[in-house]
């Protein structure tokens, strides 16, 4: 098993330019989430999915878009990117929706700068 | 209002001392889930234990234990004759109804 793949690693972005963060988990997990990394922050949730067709916000959204057309793949848009979504993202996946007790796994990340 | 409180940002040590990181959660609900994970150099995040709202019985696992009050909602973790290796940002995490992480401490041993 690949577990939680993200692409890409590394981007730089103008400022007003979109993209889009790619997550794909092949564990067939229900729950899916997508955080942020800020320096003295911890992990802060953008917005996570509990199943196929289904979204929810999570602390951070604004400025960010997500949908769950599969199981496998939870893509998170930047619409207009900011300098202040400089950021390092996360995306995760696990067996159970939240509240439950069952360990997120990770993907190993993406460093994203916009300027 | 910050749910995960961890009140140490930096650590540093010298080899083989013992590391106590410090976790203080907030929360209402009476059926909620504790985590510590790690974060190496590297930059990936490693699961390293869970612990459920009914089970307070502390635990270890080789040179890392952890305890859990939740009298004082507590959920402290020790590195127990740290090595350099050991060298990462931890995280403290609640899930209630949402995985809430606290800031995390960064931990630098040195030989």
């Known amino acids: 098993n690949a577990g939680v793949t993200q692409t890409p690693k590394f981007q730089v972005l103008k400022t007003g330019q979109s993209m889009t963060l790619q997550c794909a988990q092949d564990?067939?997990?229900?729950?899916m989430s997508w955080y942020r990394q800020d320096p003295g922050m911890g992990l802060r949730l953008i917005h996570y999915s509990v199943g196929a067709g289904i979204t929810d916000q999570g602390e951070v959204p604004n400025g960010y878009n997500v949908s769950r057309s599969t199981t496998e793949d939870f893509p998170l848009r930047l619409l207009s990117a900011a300098p202040s979504q400089t950021s390092v993202y996360f995306c995760?996946?696990?067996?159970?929706?939240?509240?439950?007790?069952?360990?997120?796994?990770f993907g190993p990340g993406t460093r994203l700068t916009v300027t | 209002a910050q749910k995960v409180t961890q009140a140490q940002t930096e650590i540093s040590v010298v080899e083989k001392e013992d590391v106590t990181l410090d976790c203080v959660y907030e929360t209402r609900d009476t059926t909620y889930y504790l985590f510590w994970y790690k974060q190496p150099p590297s930059g990936e995040l490693v699961f390293l234990i869970r612990r459920n709202s009914f089970d307070e019985q502390n635990e270890i696992s080789g040179r890392y234990s952890w305890n859990f009050q939740k009298s004082t909602s507590s959920f402290n973790f020790t590195i127990t004759a740290s090595q350099v290796v050991d060298s990462a940002v931890y995280f403290c995490a609640l899930n209630d109804y949402k995985l809430s992480f606290g800031a995390g401490t960064t931990v630098t041993v040195r030989a």
């Open positions: 995760a996946s696990s067996s159970k929706g939240q509240g439950a007790g069952y360990e997120q796994y």
């Open positions: 564990m067939n997990h229900e729950y």
